[in-house]
Structures are given as C-alpha cells and as structure tokens.
T-cell receptor, first 113, second 115 residues
Framework: GENVEQHPSTLSVQEGDSAVIKCTYS??????FPWYKQELGKGPQLIID?????GEKKDQRIAVTLNKTAKHFSLHITETQPEDSAVYFC????????????FGSGTQLTVLP | NAGVMQNPRHLVRRRGQEARLRCSPM?????VYWYRQLPEEGLKFMVY????????ESGMPKERFSAEFPKEGPSILRIQQVVRGDSAAYFC?????????????FGPGTRLLVL
C-alpha cells in the first residue's frame, strides 16, 4: 500500500518568514495530494491540493509543488503569521478504486511573533 | 451549507462498554470515510462507505468494530467492548464525485476516552 513520509516533525519560524514542509510517497500511481491544517481540538481543514497533472499550484500565501519523478511534494507558506501555527498534514490518494487518503505523520508549525 | 457534523464531540466509556459515533456528511455528499487519529500521530484510514454499502473496510480492525451508512440518517461507527487502546480521535470525512474528482472534507471529530 501507499506510504507517506513527512518532514520535519516540528518547525519554528519567525513571523514573516517562509515555511516549507516536505513529503514523499511510495506509490507511483498516486494522483491526488491534499494538505490539511489541524488546529488543537479541531478536525483537519483542507488548505490546498494538487493533482498529478500539474506541477505547482498557488493560493495567496500558500503553494504546493509536485515532483512525480522523485515522488515528493512540498507545502510552501510565505509571510507566515501567528495564526498559521498548527499541525499540517500531507496526504496522498492512489488511482483506481482506492479512495482513501494516506496521511503523513504531521508537522507542528510554530510561528513566533 | 453546513459542513460535516459529528456527534458526540467527546465520549467517555468504561472498558467493555459500547461506543457509537455518528457522522452526517455535507449536503449532497454520498461518500463517507472514517479515520482514527492516535495522539501525536497522523490519521489512519478505517472504512469507506456509500449509502447502504461498505466499499472498503481494509483499515478496520477485524473484531469489535463495525460501520454503516443507512439510506436515511447518519453514518455510524460502532465499537463493541471497548478497550483502553481504542482511546483516540475518530474523524469522519465526506466527499462527492464532481467532474471525476473527489475532495474529502472532515468533521470536527469525536474524542473517545476509555477508562
């Protein structure tokens, strides 16, 4: 089955700096890669996703890049703000009938004011 | 449009009791997924259901766990004879297949504590 690895597990940045979180996946047939933000005591909230037919997607301060050859994808947050502090999860979904998401282990992002 | 709803938000059970977790998908969504999250870990897939059908239960423990998504009403995740190792946050997600793509939206979760 699919295996997703996520790094780093914790990340601290100064307000205004950029944050980058990286994930690798094992199944070359995976075709959909969402990123979720989870605040304490809440459910995961989808913040951006990318499909395998594109290499990059951007939404305001958030961007995701995908390298299918290397089987890795990254989340980039620019101009970080204290409210960006949360746990971020990457995920991958295979093609075909398998619809479930396989999640990384999460990155605790702390934005220091 | 209301999001995915789960209840209860918190559930305390003693060992050996039953736990019933409910999930109402977003309006118009006919696919439901259940995931389990242990402390300090990512989410692990348990089961995928469509109305009245279990499509994939490959992540579900073989014993004590069951799930259903009836024609009417919420999806139910049922845990019989709970043990302390069942303590976790259980999240439900729903999706619809639009233009061949699916995006999963998560509910707030049910935090189960087994004493």
């Amino acid at each position: 089955g699919e295996n997703v690895e996520q790094h780093p597990s914790t990340l601290s940045v100064q307000e205004g700096d950029s944050a980058v979180i990286k994930c690798t996946y094992s199944d070359s047939a995976s075709n959909y890669f969402p990123w979720y933000k989870q605040e304490l005591g809440k459910g995961p909230q989808l913040i951006i996703d990318i499909r395998s037919n594109v290499g990059e997607k951007k939404d305001q301060r958030i961007a995701v890049t995908l390298n299918k050859t290397a089987k890795h994808f990254s989340l980039h947050i620019t101009e970080t703000q204290p409210e960006d502090s949360a746990v971020y999860f990457c995920a991958a979904r295979g093609s075909g009938s398998a619809r479930q998401l396989t999640f990384g282990s999460g990155t605790q992002l702390t934005v220091l004011p | 449009n209301a999001g995915v709803m789960q209840n209860p938000r918190h559930l305390v059970r003693r060992r050996g009791q039953e736990a019933r977790l409910r999930c109402s998908p977003m309006k118009g969504h006919s696919h439901v997924y259940w995931y389990r999250q242990l402390p300090e870990e990512g989410l692990k897939f348990m089961v995928y259901l469509q109305k009245e059908n279990i499509i994939d239960e490959s992540g579900m423990p073989k014993e004590r766990f069951s799930a259903e998504f009836p024609k009417e009403g919420p999806s139910i995740l049922r845990i019989q004879q709970v043990v302390r190792g069942d303590s976790a946050a259980y999240f439900c997600a729903s999706s619809s297949r639009e233009r061949g793509f699916e995006t999963q939206y998560f509910g707030p979760g049910t935090r189960l504590l087994v004493l």
